[in-house]
């Protein structure tokens, strides 16, 4: 449970839910501990252990008593035109086999007073997938992100979309850009709509460096759609003195490495890797930082940024997602999403020339807008109360 924003939105619902049950979609991360409870919450085993691999010729499992809704989708959204719809939709339907065999599933759905249960879906993809599939449960809710919710970032196709929105009470977004492009897409769910920001929580404020040194922080998994390495394009044209620090590791990691060894002097590059989400926050209060970068391709409402803010760090970020509704000129920059490295170098150029005053100003704003709108154990309160209305 290493991600801060979850632990503070369960330590809210347990003041209004007596019993909570958590189902793991998975166990994903390389030698993470398999736990049984936490905050003395059960948690169950994951539906998956292990990576799913489907065999193309082995269909078995669509011969099941979902098989005609199977067909439908199948047959409606013309599915045999599009090799990534197939595997897409050929593995959704091989998990929700599987997820049906889990025993803690069958003993929830076999639950006689089905009025009384709250499933709630933290992701709009992943397990949430059985819910056009659950028959008598009058009270499901799904939280939607960005990846589970925008379809161009799922080949333009994300399975049975249309059945889970009939089937669910309540949609649940972290944006309003998220809302608006599910309402568009999809009419009559604008009833089941609500607006519920995740947040973070603060452990006091980060520092500026206080000398002629630019100190960058960033903060994100180290993959194309994030664009870290524009960040090490940019700083290697400044001829400003730069220390860059990005937390975080993944599949580019290693080229990221290799690419920061080739700084010129005047520039400094930290790259601690992977950090806990609940360490992070740490790493601010303990590091001296003048302004958080996010340079994504897309985002639903970073939480990178919102941890940023919590630490008072002003941020300069892609307009992308949700993003620009945490973050404008009062608390830093909001930059095209189309920039490339020149671009970039100009925007932190113009950001290191800012008056100390300014800049001070621009800090004390960050810390408001977090409190304002950003804030976890405000945020988690508000939807806490609602789940249980």
């Known amino acids: 449970m290493g991600q801060q924003w979850k632990i503070s939105e369960l330590t809210t619902l347990k003041k209004y839910f007596p019993e909570i049950i958590i189902i793991p979609h998975e166990y994903h991360l390389a030698g993470q501990e398999v736990i049984q ?3 003395g919450i059960a948690i169950k085993a994951p539906l998956f252990t292990k990576q799913v691999y489907l065999k193309p010729r082995k269909m078995a499992h669509l011969l099941s008593p979902r098989f005609f809704i199977y067909l439908q989708e199948f047959l409606s959204k013309k599915i045999f035109l599009s090799k990534r719809k197939m595997v897409s939709f050929f593995m959704t339907t091989y998990k929700i086999e599987k997820m049906f065999q889990n025993e803690t599933i069958k003993e929830i759905i076999e639950k006689k007073d089905k009025n009384k249960i709250v499933l709630y879906f933290y992701w709009g993809a992943g397990s ?7 028959k008598g449960f009058k ?15 799922n080949a333009g196709y994300i399975p049975f979309r249309s059945q889970l929105l009939k ?24 009833k089941k709509s609500r607006l519920f920001r995740i947040g973070t929580v603060s452990k006091g404020d980060a520092h ?26 940019a700083i290697k044209k400044m001829d400003i003195p730069v220390a860059w620090t990005h937390i975080g590791g993944g599949e580019l990691f290693e080229e990221l490495k290799r690419e920061a060894e080739k700084m010129p002097a005047h520039i400094k590059v930290n790259l601690p890797g992977h950090i806990e989400s ?10 001296n930082a003048d302004v958080f970068v996010n340079v994504s391709s897309t985002e639903g409402v970073p939480v990178s940024v919102m941890e940023a803010l919590s630490a008072s760090i002003p941020v300069i970020a892609t307009d992308v997602g949700g993003t620009g509704e945490i973050v404008d000129e009062t608390v830093g920059m909001l930059i095209p999403a189309i920039i490339n490295e020149d671009d970039l170098a100009n925007y932190l150029l113009k950001f290191y020339y800012i008056p100390d005053v300014k800049k001070m100003e621009l800090r004390a704003n960050a810390k408001r807008r977090y409190e304002e709108s950003c804030n976890a154990d405000m945020l988690d309160e508000k939807f806490a109360k609602f789940l249980n209305s």
Do not use: Q, W
């Open 208 to 233: 500026p460096g206080g000398d002629s040194v630019l100190r960058i922080m960033s903060c994100s998994s180290v993959k194309e759609l994030k664009r870290v390495s524009l960040i090490l394009r």
């Open 167 to 190: 089937k669910l009470s309540n949609a649940i977004f972290i944006s309003e850009h998220g809302m608006n492009y599910l309402n568009r897409e999809y009419k009559g769910i604008e």
């Open 128 to 134: 949430s997938i059985i819910i056009p599939f659950l």
């Open 139 to 153: 009270n499901i809710t799904v939280r939607f992100h960005g990846y589970d919710l925008y379809e161009d970032r």
């Open 37 to 39: 409870e936490f905050m």
């Open 278 to 287: 609940d360490h992070v926050l740490d790493f601010y209060v303990n590091k």
